[in-house]
């Protein structure tokens, strides 16, 4: 659906056989598996710093009690987070408990984020006459 949208706005098709990294370059927009992986590490690090008795502290360390289905074992939500950060568990939480640091880490993908976002607002506002398709024609 994303990648569609920026395809219509830039007045590309399918036909024209332009990658979807290309179009996704020229509005200066992230993949959306970065904006997923930037939003989980936020709420990785507000999880981690609460309280002990709190819901999703609890629910993070669960363990559910029975036998598992065979096949490939089902990815879990914190063992994500931790190869997101690039952490283990032990020394993530301990890169959390100053929220600083844990913001230090983060900020580059938001920060990477927020310029794509403007950059993509300053391309709307500006209107049809700075229309992408153009360029992509030219080229």
């Known amino acids: 659906m994303e990648t569609k949208m920026l395809r219509w706005t830039a007045g590309v098709t399918r036909m024209d056989r332009i990658k979807n990294d290309a179009i996704r370059q020229k509005f200066g927009v992230a993949p959306i598996a970065d904006k997923m992986r930037e939003a989980r590490l936020r709420w990785y690090g507000h999880v981690l710093r609460g309280k002990k008795d709190s819901v999703r502290k609890i629910g993070l360390n669960f363990e559910v009690t029975g036998k598992r289905p065979r096949g490939r074992p089902k990815q879990r939500w914190a ?16 890169m959390v408990r100053p929220r600083s ?38 080229a």
Do not use: F, N
Request: proline share 2%; with cysteine.
């Open 79 to 94: 063992g994500r987070c931790r190869a997101d950060s690039g952490q283990d568990a032990r020394s993530s939480l301990t």
């Open 101 to 138: 640091a844990w913001k230090g880490r983060v900020a580059p993908i938001a920060d990477k984020m927020r310029e794509a976002r403007l950059r993509w607002y300053g391309h709307v506002l500006r209107g049809k006459e700075d229309r992408v398709g153009s360029v992509w024609k030219a």
